[in-house]
């Protein structure tokens, strides 16, 4: 009680302070109300913390508060930046940066506000004219030459958050050093009168049109197979942007490398930051998609796409051999993409030993099998596609890189662009339907062939949500108590080797030896292996208030008719080994 006690005067002390200060009247009126609300939860978890601007930027519900994504935070971690930038690049004419925004509630908003404070630190500014995807933003960085960029985007959150991502010159999200020394820079925010809000319009110029066009130009670049698609251009296919940014480039890029028959959902072309029509926007829940199947059934379409608010992930459902709608899973769709994108290249003669793939640790091992088979090299790196874009500066210019993805349904076939592309995504998906349908197949055949050939996987996600400080301190809890006391099985089968990411220690038990991960930081990430392939990943999520869990068990069939048993298989030993881990 006692502590609880000194943890609330803590919080009234800073909520007091916003009162007091130069903050705008509508804030004030907001952080009155949490004074005198009788249950101090929500005061508490507005202002027990500052929100961290992390590795990644920022994140959090919006509303007044230090632990809130509002004007100030926004203002904070925009000043820091700024700083930083004109630290960094002091001896530049000019520092120029883009900023972007999805279409969540204040996005513009954020990102007008943003805007004004680069421009008033004397920060050349690209403003889009309006919500477009992350993507087209780190695009627009290269292109335009820019030291650095944001987006305003909280991705698939809840509709009560939003964000901002940070950017460096090369459009992948910041690394270290910048990384920790922005973070530096904007920790040395202390008041909120060292936020320069009154910008210079002069030096904020807005883009748009013709940065949508050259992006197409690029999307258009990537395709293998034009043949298949010109023989194959009406196959019918159901496209949504779950109320998002992709509606503004997703359609036409389809269109422009040589679709015809896309099918829209009306309700969810609406652009809302209310996300009217699902509980959430996030193409991982099976609901986001629903109203996309109803679609494609009633037009006897044969594909589902949907991509996410911020328009860098695609959820995908394909028609089985019953012809009933699935759900492609983000492993599966990983696998898809980078099975064809190695085949194809293979039947095109474009392998030349310098092409590379890479995917996340979390991500199946499957796509190891594929790669090991066709001789193309594979890099394994954290959850987050700074790390893909890490990989991808390290060796332009020595290797080529054709694809790479995550689990979490994000995936890059070109390096114009550093981050993850669901719009590029889409025009892939499309274009391996077209491909498969000229071999006679199916998307759905075309994966039974792949685990056909390769191994049957099954992969499954599973995050406990523990939310405010409460729950940060369950989760590390949880993460602690891993470590404390690891899993000896999984599934009844005896672990063989842990992998500590926060240590970048393994120990291998049919060794008997300790070996040390390379890798470029350390994370908090726990795995655990057996010798059959079953693969455990625990790590807490970065961006929202999770504990995530993944787990993969590995397989055989020898034809489509065994693949059923497989599948039921995986799902006892899966089901094994939740309850080993009591979830």
């Known amino acids: 009680m006692e502590e609880e006690a000194t943890l609330l005067a803590q919080?009234?002390?800073?909520?007091?302070?916003?009162?007091?200060?130069?903050?705008?009247?509508?804030?004030?009126?907001?952080?009155?109300?949490?004074?005198?609300?009788?249950?101090?939860?929500?005061?508490?978890?507005?202002?027990?913390?500052?929100?961290?601007?992390?590795?990644?930027?920022?994140?959090?519900?919006?509303?007044?508060?230090?632990?809130?994504?509002?004007?100030?935070?926004?203002?904070?971690?925009?000043?820091?930046?700024?700083?930083y930038l004109r630290e960094e690049f002091a001896g530049l004419e000019e520092i120029r940066v883009v900023v972007g925004h999805d279409c969540r509630n204040n996005s513009r908003r954020f990102a007008e506000i943003a805007a004004g404070i680069f421009s008033a630190n004397g920060i050349k500014v690209y403003l889009f004219e309006d919500l477009r995807p992350t993507p087209e933003v780190s695009y627009a960085i290269r292109k335009l030459g820019c030291q650095s960029g944001i987006m305003i985007t909280a991705s698939h959150n809840p509709k009560e958050y939003n964000g901002y991502k940070a950017y460096w010159n090369d459009g992948a999200q910041v690394l270290a050093p910048h990384d920790k020394n922005i973070i530096a820079e904007v920790n040395r925010i202390s008041s909120v009168d060292e936020i320069h809000f009154e910008g210079n319009s002069e030096l904020i110029e807005i883009i748009g049109k013709d940065m949508d066009r050259a992006f197409i130009e690029e999307v258009k670049k990537?395709?293998?197979?034009?043949?298949?698609?010109?023989?194959?251009?009406?196959?019918?296919?159901?496209?949504?942007?779950?109320?998002?940014?992709?509606?503004?480039?997703?359609?036409?890029?389809?269109?422009?490398?040589?679709?015809?028959?896309?099918?829209?959902v009306p309700e969810q072309d609406v652009i809302s930051g209310d996300f009217p029509t699902v509980i959430s926007p996030n193409p991982e829940e099976p609901a986001a998609l629903d109203l996309a199947i109803k679609k494609a059934i009633a037009t006897d379409a044969e594909l589902v796409m949907a991509t996410d608010p911020d328009g860098d992930r695609i959820g995908t459902a394909i028609r089985d051999n019953e012809g009933n709608f699935i759900l492609v899973n983000g492993n599966q769709t990983m696998l898809i993409y980078l099975y064809y994108i190695m085949t194809r290249r293979e039947e095109l003669g474009l392998l030349t030993g310098k092409e590379y793939v890479v995917k996340t640790i979390v991500t199946t091992e499957l796509v190891r099998e594929i790669a090991d088979k066709k001789g193309i090299e594979l890099f394994d790196c954290y959850t987050g596609f700074k790390w893909i874009a890490d990989i991808i500066r390290k060796n332009e210019g020595v290797k080529k890189y054709i694809g790479g993805g995550?689990?979490?349904?994000?995936?890059?076939?070109?390096?114009?662009?550093?981050?993850?592309?669901?719009?590029?995504?889409?025009?892939?998906?499309?274009?391996?339907?077209?491909?498969?349908r000229d071999k006679g197949k199916s998307m759905y055949q075309l994966l039974e062939d792949i685990y056909l050939e390769y191994g049957y996987s099954k992969e499954v996600g599973i995050s406990l949500v523990r939310t405010g400080k409460e729950g940060a301190d369950e989760i590390e809890a949880m993460m602690k108590k891993f470590r404390s006391n690891p899993m000896e099985t999984l599934g009844s089968s005896p672990v063989t080797l842990i992998k500590d990411f926060a240590r970048l220690e393994a120990i291998d038990f049919i060794r008997n030896e300790q070996v040390a991960l390379e890798m470029p930081t350390t994370s908090n990430v726990l795995q655990y292996f057996t010798e059959e392939g079953t693969k455990l990943s625990i790590r807490p999520s970065g961006t929202e208030p999770k504990i995530k869990f993944y787990i993969e068990v590995k397989g055989s069939a020898r034809s489509r008719e065994e693949l059923a048993q497989a599948e039921e298989e995986a799902n006892s030993k899966i089901n094994a080994i939740r309850q080993e881990l009591g979830i």
Not at 227 to 251: C, F, N, Q, W
Not at 406 to 415: Q, V, W
């Open 406 to 436: 995550e689990e979490s349904y994000g995936f890059l076939a070109g390096d114009f662009v550093r981050d993850k592309d669901s719009v590029s995504a889409c025009t892939l998906f499309a274009e391996i339907a077209a491909w498969a």
């Open 11 to 83: 919080v009234t002390d800073k909520a007091m302070s916003w009162l007091n200060g130069n903050y705008d009247v509508e804030t004030k009126a907001e952080v009155e109300r949490l004074l005198i609300n009788e249950d101090k939860r929500p005061l508490i978890d507005a202002f027990y913390k500052d929100l961290e601007f992390g590795t990644g930027g920022l994140r959090g519900i919006m509303g007044a508060g230090s632990n809130r994504m509002n004007k100030y935070t926004v203002g904070a971690a925009t000043q820091g930046l700024s700083n």
């Open 222 to 264: 990537l395709v293998l197979s034009p043949e298949a698609i010109a023989r194959h251009h009406d196959i019918k296919m159901v496209y949504t942007p779950i109320h998002g940014t992709s509606i503004t480039l997703v359609p036409d890029a389809l269109k422009a490398v040589g679709f015809t028959n896309i099918i829209r």
